[in-house]
């Protein structure tokens, strides 16, 4: 059987990444002229069609979401997109979802093999990787060709694109501002390094909140770590030392591993929990719910989100002038979600 | 933009069911005659092709597996998604994800939808309306076609196609056997009812645990449950009936949710775990691992389930000979992880 031509086998071929690839066959100018022409020309030989998708959109409908996300083994991302299946059920539509694992050339892979003719659109939430190399050609390169693009959560700027975001400041602000209402004075935050943008955004949160109440940010209290998208051994032992080393009356985290795991620390400490420290988290899924004490959370709604984002992705679908059509942000508001791990407020 | 034509589509304008209007495609006896051909024309006028899976499997190979799943929000089905995603990442395939939510007519249409060109082959768990219906004939059509399919943990018997399955009577004896070698006499069981075949199996595990140890079983200390893909408030209360109403000193349970639900119940009794109630679940996922105390659980390598399936079905995919191979079967050892919820053995 003859393989079909990707970007990867041309970039294998060639010895060139499939960034290298993807820019050589739409002309970019950050491309070497002589590597066009040689990549060009290899295309051209093995019959490789760059344009296939106008050429596919031209010819039908396929009626079905394309949905990239960084991981699956993730809650949030889960829950997001039962949201995208419910609104696509009830409209008709199918999914088809693909995995980065958070690198950038797995993104690009999968942005061309879904907008081969399999998919009218995208909903995404760009990767790790992808937001460090801030190279976006892929993602502009659909909607060149006319595929709407929704992304979501991980979301960058400068793309032509609508965006569905939860007000991560906002919700960071409002956890935080509830422990400082019922009675904590000296609360830490585990948030990420600043480029990841919801962990930057919550931790601004966390500042606007203690800046609110007129307490003093102190810089000790603050711990970013590089990986949010699990509980790394080095994340464990550094959520130790900054427990243990910090007497700490409340505790905020970005996500749940981290306030699981301060949890178990406290615990080990001797610390009563909520009447010594308080914990907060970002994300109410099932950890949050389910451990003992049960965790007070900002919910995020990833299925409100999810059913947003295919619901502005389907009403561009069907729009005849969706290539004219501007560009919108969608907050969805987060909710905090009083359970254990907290005080209760004398109201 | 024109519309393209799907079973979905058909059924629809003709008011009859997805797998009626697949089955007469096919010519199934077991549709009547009328409706075949009423159906058969319609295709034909609007120009549906049905076989355009032999088509493309001639012209192309996409490198590209397709993976159909109950849900997705459950932790066990994400880490075998890991597995596939990792194998396939390794031997340059790309991977495709559809969400049958657990319906047969989403499980059809997820099938035409990427059996159309998009895959080469598929790895599937079945949905649990599929097996009540006992209606297989979407996986024939597509292994009829030269698709070859790979199923995982939900099987069904009769189907042309290689299996991965947890030894789950195995997993369930392991950890049942593991209770009553650290002293449990009176170990109650959370299960489902029969028709879904890894609760049957575990139970079976569970029987034959007591049976080696010449402890009687009592169907009292069996509770079945109708949904175990998540955590119902009226599962909640018929746990909680029978956590208070048998004086239990072991729970085994087939899923963490009901695990850790039991553990809850227990504490509000005030019960201490282990010292007075052993709990042990199927599935080592997020929750195991972190509940305070963590669980005991019976690991059901949810990665190297899904290396192993995506490994099976691209050697045959692979093999100049895969439409006269055998069909093979085979089994993912559990392994028993110790944690808090049960007490040491004494060696």
Same mark, same amino acid.
């Given at each position: 059987?003859?393989?079909?031509?990707?970007?990867?086998?041309i970039?294998? +071929? %060639?010895?060139?990444?499939? !960034? =290298?690839?993807?820019?050589? @066959?739409?002309? $970019?100018? &950050?491309?070497?002229?002589?590597?066009?022409?040689?990549?060009?020309?290899?295309?051209?030989?093995?019959?490789?069609?760059?344009n296939?998708?106008?050429?596919?959109?031209?010819?039908?409908?396929?009626?079905?979401?394309?949905?990239?996300?960084?991981?699956?083994?993730?809650?949030?991302?889960?829950?997001?997109?039962?949201?995208?299946?419910?609104?696509?059920?009830?409209?008709?539509?199918?999914?088809?979802?693909?995995?980065?694992?958070?690198?950038?050339?797995?993104?690009?892979?999968?942005? +061309? %093999?879904?907008a081969?003719? !399999? =998919?009218?659109?995208?909903? @995404?939430?760009? $990767?790790? &990787?992808?937001?460090?190399?801030?190279d976006?050609?892929?993602?502009?390169?659909?909607?060149?060709?006319?595929?709407?693009?929704?992304?979501?959560?991980?979301?960058?700027?400068?793309?032509?694109?609508?965006?569905?975001?939860?007000?991560?400041?906002?919700?960071?602000?409002k956890?935080?501002?509830?422990?400082?209402?019922?009675?904590?004075?000296?609360?830490?935050?585990?948030?990420?390094?600043?480029?990841?943008?919801?962990?930057?955004?919550?931790?601004?949160?966390?500042?606007?909140?203690?800046?609110?109440?007129?307490i003093?940010?102190?810089?000790n209290?603050? @711990?970013?770590?590089?990986?949010?998208?699990?509980?790394?051994?080095?994340?464990?032992?550094?959520?130790?030392d900054?427990?243990?080393?910090n007497?700490?009356?409340?505790?905020?985290?970005?996500?749940?591993?981290?306030?699981?795991?301060?949890?178990?620390?406290?615990?080990?400490?001797?610390?009563?929990?909520p009447?010594?420290?308080?914990?907060?988290?970002?994300?109410?899924?099932?950890?949050?719910?389910?451990?003992?004490?049960?965790?007070?959370?900002?919910?995020?709604?990833?299925?409100?989100?999810?059913?947003?984002?295919?619901?502005?992705?389907?009403?561009?679908?069907?729009?005849?002038?969706?290539?004219?059509?501007?560009?919108?942000?969608?907050?969805?508001?987060?909710?905090?979600?009083?359970?254990?791990?907290?005080?209760?407020?004398?109201?």
């Amino acid at each position: 059987m003859k393989r079909k031509l990707t970007l990867k086998l041309i970039a294998k +071929e %060639l010895g060139v990444s499939i !960034s =290298t690839v993807s820019k050589a @066959l739409r002309d $970019s100018p &950050e491309i070497s002229e002589e590597t066009r022409e040689k990549i060009k020309a290899y295309a051209k030989l093995y019959n490789y069609k760059p344009n296939n998708i106008a050429l596919s959109l031209k010819n039908r409908r396929t009626n079905t979401i394309g949905v990239i996300i960084p991981q699956i083994v993730h809650h949030f991302f889960t829950t997001v997109i039962s949201g995208i299946e419910q609104e696509a059920r009830d409209r008709n539509y199918n999914v088809i979802i693909c995995l980065s694992n958070n690198g950038f050339d797995k993104e690009v892979e999968n942005m +061309e %093999l879904l907008a081969n003719g !399999s =998919t009218d659109g995208f909903i @995404l939430s760009i $990767s790790k &990787e992808t937001m460090l190399k801030e190279d976006y050609h892929h993602l502009n390169e659909v909607i060149e060709q006319g595929m709407p693009v929704v992304m979501f959560d991980r979301v960058v700027e400068g793309i032509s694109c609508d965006r569905v975001l939860i007000d991560d400041k906002a919700g960071a602000k409002k956890g935080v501002s509830h422990m400082i209402r019922t009675g904590c004075r000296k609360i830490g935050i585990i948030t990420s390094e600043d480029y990841i943008s919801v962990g930057r955004l919550r931790t601004e949160g966390y500042l606007d909140a203690l800046d609110d109440y007129g307490i003093a940010a102190n810089d000790n209290l603050i @711990l970013k770590l590089d990986n949010i998208d699990d509980l790394t051994e080095e994340s464990k032992k550094r959520i130790e030392d900054f427990v243990t080393k910090n007497d700490l009356d409340g505790i905020f985290t970005v996500n749940e591993f981290f306030a699981v795991h301060a949890t178990r620390v406290l615990t080990k400490l001797g610390k009563r929990i909520p009447e010594d420290v308080s914990i907060v988290c970002f994300t109410d899924g099932q950890l949050s719910e389910n451990m003992i004490p049960s965790l007070t959370a900002v919910s995020q709604h990833g299925e409100e989100m999810g059913r947003k984002a295919a619901s502005i992705l389907i009403e561009k679908l069907e729009r005849e002038d969706s290539e004219t059509a501007p560009y919108d942000t969608a907050y969805i508001d987060t909710s905090l979600v009083e359970r254990e791990s907290t005080r209760k407020l004398n109201r």
